[in-house]
């Protein structure tokens, strides 16, 4: 991103004295050299490894499938990244059979043991995070500021988890005495875990969203197997890579590829799996949901299953602030983030004022390869994106105005990849169904509002309720957080209007269609629901 832009709403704390440096997503918007200079020698490092098999990991071994699937970068096609394995649905039983087998070791290890080797993993991942994050940006079409924030919120997901374990005690709660006469009774809560959980990871956060959740079911216990989306196998085999490299026993973590109607759909359906965690759209999610509760007794699934995001801005707003933290929040990533801002509701005497502020940060922004460090838009994930980018585009300029972009990039290389602009549509009329659709791409739409209270109505009308933000005086936000209905909600956020969420910083979960346990990821509720609750009672 340009300077310009960058520098536009910083925090008074920014323009002082510089902080030592962690990058979070809040902090990527300004790093210190260092890390582009290790980011581009890293990437020096992964692109001479392009074009390389690899294995499937179950029960601790390498595993070859008879067929195989290749994975080439949405940056330009003609780079072949890899060459992996297109499992079976046997693959995945083999996987959940070699979890199964490891279990009762792993969850009677003790959970000092456990934070031990997970502490390990985490600690592994930081050291490999600019080898993962140039992985990242290549196969996913991140720019290395996103990549990098991807990989480093793995490892502090699952540093997180281990501090909530141990704060409390592994979960082992003294509760109160029987009180009978001659006889002494103790009694004790004890959270245990379930057995073989299952982790289903999307590709726009193909790090962070596999070991995440796969961090707190190993460290509440769990064996795991690990299924990666199609388009990002290279990075979920990394991070693979890093659970096994730091000592965590055979068949304890496992990573199978493969089609999802054959694979992932064994995974869904087997009566082996205890516990389930999938990350994805709503229909997908549901289907998930739905599956998983076809067994013969009610099992977890965590299901986070996006968003239609909405920002409200105040005609008392800061203007410039507003613009930088949507403009952020809907283009970053391409605007594939279950949480970037896809409806931005403005009071009318400001809407003019803030549209121009949001233009021209459009007009600065550079759309190009990711991995070069003045990219701040890449493409879309793949050929099937760009192809509803264009349906979406043609559809909103039927019923309303495209004030930005709606068109795909082919200017010389760009024609290799799958580059579409970011785009921004107004005037498209309140019953239109897109206002409620995840589209998941670079599009964003914007309406004059009469009042707050019409924005608030119209942001809360919709099925899903992950991520939402407001511009505005601090009362006006204090009734925005009372009225809202969504997850994580942010107020007079430059550094991104619906998007930036952190581990212990803030909980990420949804409401209504975006979530289905109401415990949010990074947050202080979330590795408990990788266990079930057990009393004891002993009288002596």
Request: one cysteine or more.
């Amino acid at each position: 991103m340009p300077a310009k832009a960058t520098r536009a709403g910083k925090p008074r704390a920014e323009r002082g004295a510089r902080r030592p440096f962690r990058i979070t997503y809040a902090t990527m918007f300004d790093p210190p050299e260092a890390l582009h200079r290790h980011f581009e020698k890293a990437l020096t490092a992964v692109r001479a490894r392009l074009g390389r098999q690899y294995p499937m990991l179950i029960g601790g071994e390498e595993r070859l499938a008879a067929e195989k699937f290749e994975d080439r970068s949405p940056i330009n096609a003609d780079w072949l990244l890899g060459v992996f394995q297109k499992g079976t649905a046997r693959d995945a039983g083999q996987a959940i059979a070699a979890a199964r087998s490891a279990f009762p070791a792993w969850g009677a290890l003790g959970w000092r043991e456990r934070v031990r080797l997970l502490r390990k993993t985490a600690a592994l991942i930081t050291r490999r995070v600019f080898d993962v994050a140039a992985i990242d940006a290549l196969e996913v079409g991140k720019n290395r500021m996103e990549a990098l924030a991807d990989v480093q919120e793995t490892a502090d997901l699952i540093g997180y988890y281990c501090d909530q374990v141990e704060k409390h005690d592994g979960f082992v709660k003294p509760l109160r005495s029987d009180p009978l006469a001659g006889y002494k009774a103790s009694n004790t809560s004890v959270l245990r875990p379930y057995g073989v959980w299952v982790v289903i990871s999307p590709f726009n956060f193909p790090v962070a969203l596999a070991g995440g959740p796969a961090g707190g079911a190993l460290v509440a216990g769990n064996t795991v197997v690990f299924k990666p989306a199609t388009d990002t196998p290279w990075t979920g085999y990394m991070l693979a890579r890093c659970f096994l490299d730091a000592g965590l026993p055979p068949g304890v973590f496992n990573f199978v590829t493969g089609p999802g109607a054959t694979c992932g759909q064994e995974l869904m359906s087997s009566p082996d799996v205890d516990g389930i965690t999938f990350t994805g759209s709503y229909d997908v999610g549901m289907r998930v949901y739905r599956t998983f509760a076809g067994g013969k007794a009610p099992r977890p699934c965590i299901a986070e299953m996006g968003g239609k995001n909405p920002v409200l801005v105040s005609r008392r707003a800061d203007l410039d602030r507003a613009a930088l933290g949507c403009f952020r929040s809907a283009f970053g990533l391409q605007g594939q983030k279950c949480s970037a801002a896809s409806r931005i509701y403005i009071e009318k005497p400001v809407k003019e004022a803030f549209t121009t502020r949001l233009l021209a940060l459009l007009e600065q922004a550079r759309i190009g390869d990711p991995t070069e460090r003045d990219a701040y838009l890449g493409p879309v994930i793949n050929a099937g994106a760009a192809k509803d980018y264009e349906a979406y585009c043609e559809e909103l300029r039927r019923s309303g105005r495209i004030l930005f972009g709606g068109r795909r990039l082919t200017a010389g290389n760009l024609s290799k990849g799958h580059f579409c602009a970011p785009t921004v549509a107004d005037d498209v009329p309140e019953s239109h169904r897109l206002w409620k659709h995840e589209m998941f791409l670079p599009i964003v739409m914007i309406a004059a509002v009469d009042s707050l209270q019409e924005g608030m109505r119209r942001a809360n009308d919709a099925d899903l309720g992950l991520t939402a933000g407001f511009y505005g005086t601090k009362r006006e936000a204090e009734w925005f957080f009372a009225n809202i209905e969504a997850g994580v909600c942010y107020a007079n956020r430059p550094h991104g209007a619906t998007t930036g969420a952190w581990p212990g910083f803030q909980p990420f979960g949804g409401w209504k269609g975006s979530g289905s346990s109401g415990k949010s990821a990074g947050g202080p509720y979330y590795v408990q629901q990788f266990m079930r609750e057990q009393s004891r009672t002993v009288v002596s």
